[in-house]
Every structure is written in C-alpha cells, then in structure tokens.
C-alpha cells in the first residue's frame, strides 16, 4: 500500500551546480530513482535505460532525476561518462532516502552492508507517490515506469 499523503518539502544539492527542491514541482509529476552508487554496473545500466527514454518522459512532461548518497562531484563525472541528460541529486546526509525508506540491510560479498535498495517513485501534481517500486530488478525498469506514467493520471 502506498502511503498518498503529501510529502514533505526536502532540497538536495543537484549537478549542473542547481539545487532540486519538491515544493518547486507543485503541479507538476516527476519520477525519483534512488541508486545505490555511481559507476557501477547495475546502476549505470538503469542510468543508460532512463537515459536511453528521456525524450519519452520529456514528452510526457515527467521530469526523472536519479538519487544516491554520493557526492556532487561523483555525479557530475558519473553523468558526463554516461551522458546523462537529467539531472543527478545528492543525499549523503540520507535525508530524503528517510523520506522514501530507501535505506536497507543488504548481503554484499557475504556481509551485512547498509545501502540503497534499488527504487524508483512517480510523484504526481499534488507532491503524492503516485506509484513506488522498491527492490527494482533493473532490466526493463525504466520502460515500466514510462508506461505507467502514459497510463496513469497524474
């Protein structure tokens, strides 16, 4: 079940030297993929595909924006090598990752790590998760969300 209430307003530091802040969307659907790390296979494949789409979701008028605790400068070399044409968003402080219960216990190698679990939101004109995919299995996925966002009101 997904929780509609409205979210809270929250800002992150954004490449491109911008500063990405919800209120600032009002009236306006956008799509939030959280990701564990730049630069590593799973996540530059789901990067490629969003990227790969974009001119679908800027048809669409729904902006995507990627999310994981890196640094500014991780994601400003991450969206240059892989020609990224959306913006990528910075919390390391793991605010908004609270926001979206992001955070989890994961087996990496073996061991219990705490890392982003691959998920991705559809927030609609009211500041509401419209839709939410947790544990995101990446093949396909970024076709899924465009779907849902040509079929759904938002």
């Given at each position: 079940m997904i929780d509609r209430s409205v979210?809270?307003?929250?800002?992150?530091?954004?490449?491109g030297n911008q500063r990405f802040q919800l209120s600032a969307f009002k009236r306006h659907p956008f799509v939030l993929y959280f990701y564990p790390?730049?630069?590593t296979?799973?996540?530059?494949?789901?990067?490629?595909?969003f990227r790969d789409?974009?001119?679908?979701?800027?048809?669409?008028?729904?902006?995507v924006f990627g999310v994981s605790r890196d640094t500014i400068a991780s994601h400003?070399?991450?969206k240059q090598k892989m020609s990224f044409p959306f913006e990528l968003l910075s919390d390391p402080d793991e605010?908004?990752?609270?926001i979206f219960a992001v955070m989890k216990m994961k087996n990496m190698y073996?061991?219990?790590v705490r890392g982003i679990e691959r998920s991705t939101f559809?927030?609609?004109?009211e500041g509401r998760i419209a839709k939410a995919w947790r544990g995101v299995k990446v093949p396909g996925h970024a076709q899924e969300v465009l779907d849902f966002i040509r079929s759904a009101p938002l």
């Open positions: 979210l809270p307003d929250f800002e992150l530091p954004a490449t790390r730049d630069d296979p799973g996540c530059t494949d789901e990067g490629r595909q789409l974009h001119a679908k979701f800027v048809n669409a008028r729904v902006p400003e070399k991450f605010k908004v990752c609270a073996g061991r219990q559809v927030i609609d004109r």
